[in-house]
């Protein structure tokens, strides 16, 4: 008799542990979708609706806190490249509640970039740059991800902190040399020029060590890229065509082999590279403007279009833990295009 029953408690138990597994599964799923639904909508308002139905059902899963982060921001016209390059302290409901919401993603993940760098943004658009750098460091710690690098160079830029600016800018030119053609640099030039040529050395003599050090393919394509914008096509040409042996399947070794022969005048040669270097990422914006210049084609409006579908592989990796749709990788509108490399 006993053992009929203690069979039953079990059989009973795990009756209750299928039962509450499926309720959590609906709500995750139920969820889930509402939040891909206030990404998919173009509608702030009913976005954020979503989201808060979404949070409702599952306060767990700290990216609907983020993206709802995000609404808010957006909602805010103020936040903007602009207000953020300038320094302009904000004051409304909507940059409150981002903050409110970003905070709380962090809580429930301390150590996620994505969560942690738009706090940072947040707070400092608000006028709290302690905080600020603080969150960003945070996330630099997480990950060396050069849009992140740059919004910390800038903000600690600003409050005359140049040991962080210049460390800032040195790791994300180290990881990133295009960012040496985008507008941000230009910019950087035109205000410190001093700062801008210790960056540039500074990645040089970075670069170069993890050659020697390592002898690291991905290190010589990047060091090949700042000999490239340094003129010295030779030595660039030289290291590019070992690392398309060794990693045939990088693709931003052969546009840069393909600006090399445009700049030597092989247009032949240049477009196949360029074709290479597309094939290998078909989101390669340079990859899509070299190729259609040399063609004398209208570039701007697919190049446009690729640029509004590209998702960063930070972004992607964020969705991809917490199963949902991230609405985007950076709060401020346009921050991501300002430190890509000048399409003319």
Not at 163 to 185: E, G, H, K, N, W
Not at 274 to 294: P, R, S, V
Request: overall charge positive; hydrophobic content about 40%.
């Amino acid at each position: 008799m006993n053992y009929l029953k203690s069979k039953r408690t079990l059989f009973a138990l795990f009756l209750v542990t299928i039962v509450v597994f499926a309720i959590k599964a609906t709500i995750t799923f139920y969820s889930e979708r509402l939040n891909n639904k206030a990404v998919a909508t173009r509608d702030n308002t009913i976005r954020i609706a979503y989201l808060k139905r979404a949070m409702e059902m599952n306060s767990d899963n700290p990216l609907f806190q983020i993206n709802l982060a995000f609404a808010y921001a957006e909602t805010d016209s103020n936040i903007s490249l602009l207000n953020f390059l300038s320094n302009n302290t904000l004051n409304s409901v909507e940059i409150d509640s981002a903050i409110i919401y970003a905070e709380s993603a962090c809580k429930r993940d301390s150590t996620n970039a994505v969560f942690c760098a738009n706090a940072g943004i947040l707070h400092f658009m608000k006028g709290n740059t302690p905080k600020a750098i603080n969150y960003l460091c945070t996330a630099v710690r997480a990950t060396n991800e050069k849009t992140i690098l740059v919004a910390l160079g800038l903000i600690a830029e600003r409050n005359e902190d140049r040991v962080l600016a210049t460390d800032s800018y040195t790791r994300a030119i180290t990881i990133a040399p295009d960012l040496r053609c985008s507008q941000f640099f230009a910019d950087l030039w035109h205000r410190d020029s001093l700062l801008a040529i210790e960056v540039e050395n500074n990645a040089l003599k970075k670069l170069r060590q993890q050659c020697e050090d390592n002898e690291n393919t991905a290190a010589r394509a990047r060091l090949a890229k700042m000999l490239l914008d340094n003129g010295e096509f030779q030595q660039a040409d030289s290291l590019l065509k070992i690392v398309i042996t060794q990693l045939p399947n990088m693709n931003r070794p052969y546009l840069y082999l393909g600006n090399i022969a445009e700049v030597q005048g092989d247009t032949v040669s240049a477009l196949q590279y360029y074709q290479t270097a597309q094939k290998l990422d078909e989101g390669d914006l340079l990859a899509i403007y070299h190729q259609n210049k040399l063609k004398g084609k209208n570039y701007k409006e697919y190049t446009d279009y690729v640029r509004e579908q590209k998702t960063s592989n930070l972004q992607f990796r964020t969705s991809y833990v917490y199963g949902a749709r991230l609405l985007k990788f950076i709060c401020i509108k346009g921050f991501e295009q300002y430190i890509e490399p000048r399409i003319e």
